[in-house]
């Protein structure tokens, strides 16, 4: 089974910091989920228990820096540099607070 798009889109409304959580977020890949580029698609993936998401755009970008060194605020800033202009501080908060609620990062 393939989600088209569910990790590149992100509903508005929410700061992505982990607001229940003490200290800063730093997003990591949940244990389940493995992150890999697909030569034939020419994608990011990311492969969970009997599914598969397909990463468009610039999600891939973003996951890669979930390592659980980085908090939320060092990504925004590191993608804010790599894409000045973008509208960083915005979105990648609200995509990385819908992959956690999707359990696909903790």
Known sequence: MTDNGAAAQGARGTNGTGGDTAGPWKPVLSRSVVFRYDR???TD?????????VLHGHAGDIVRLCDGE????AIVAELAARHPGAPVADDVPVFLERMRKEGWIT
Do not use: T
């Open 40 to 42: 034939v698609r020419d």
């Open 45 to 53: 993936l990311l492969v969970l228990p009997e599914r598969v998401v």
């Open 70 to 73: 980085r908090d939320v605020g």
